[in-house]
């Protein structure tokens, strides 16, 4: 099983529209879970942490399930500047020095 | 506002051929890293650096790879003798003491012919 494997995408969705993206984690005693986001040919930037009882910034609300191991995404009312690769991200250690376990990234496109 | 930098952009080499790769952190930052991506695949963790040691690394981190920071503001990942599959986007990213987030520098891609 993959460390850390997202929807395979892509999504194409027109403007205005909501898209959800899901991510599965194996390994349990994963401390960190994050959303970044990529555009082509560029490095990744933190979108929002994700915490277990669920954030929201603005249009994007991230949920975490600990017992399922699964992360969500969600994206209301999508511009076309959310067009990107969404990256799943999860760090397996406690404390400060934290690696990242990246999935593949689902593509969304969204269209005028 | 403070951000990680990285040069080469672009470093074209022959195989078997030894390159580094540069990258200064923000300045107060503490804990270091190095990931790569290969051309279409997921970004991969290859080491992090704290207090002037490898924290932790990968099993693609072999002896064919080192990091440095030789000054307190350079950080540096050599590959000693180049192989095909190391072509891939380099990316070195930085982190405080108490933020989650790591700050990325706008990655270096390395081509090896």
């Known amino acids: 099983r993959k460390e850390v494997e997202q929807d395979p995408g892509p999504f194409n969705v027109p403007e205005g529209a909501t898209v959800a993206f899901n991510c599965t984690y194996s390994?349990?005693?994963?401390?960190?879970f994050f959303w970044y986001r990529q555009d082509c040919r560029k490095e990744p930037k933190l979108l929002m942490s994700?915490?277990?009882?669920?954030n929201e910034d603005g249009r994007f609300t991230a949920q975490l399930n600990r017992a399922s191991q699964y992360i969500s995404l969600l994206i209301r009312d999508s511009k076309l500047s959310d067009s990107a690769t969404y990256l799943c991200v999860v760090s397996p250690n406690a404390g400060n020095n934290r690696k990242l376990i990246w999935g593949l990234g689902t593509s969304l496109a969204v269209n005028p | 506002e403070p951000e990680v930098t990285q040069t080469p952009s672009h470093q074209v080499t022959q195989m078997g051929q030894e390159v580094i790769l540069r990258c200064v952190p923000i300045s107060n930052h503490l804990y270091f890293y190095w990931y790569r991506q290969i051309l279409g695949q997921k970004v991969e963790f290859l080491v992090s650096?704290?207090?002037?040691?490898?924290?932790?690394k990968s099993e693609i981190f072999d002896d064919q790879f080192s990091v440095e920071r030789p000054d307190g503001s350079n950080f540096t990942l050599k590959i000693r003798s180049t192989k095909l599959e190391d072509s891939a986007m380099y990316f070195c990213?930085?982190?405080?003491?108490?933020?989650?987030?790591?700050?990325f520098g706008p990655g270096t891609r390395l081509t090896v012919l």
């Open positions: 390994n349990s005693a994963s401390q960190s």
């Open positions: 990213a930085s982190k405080s003491g108490q933020e989650h987030e790591q700050f």
């Open positions: 650096f704290y207090n002037n040691e490898i924290s932790e």
């Open positions: 994700v915490y277990s009882s669920g």
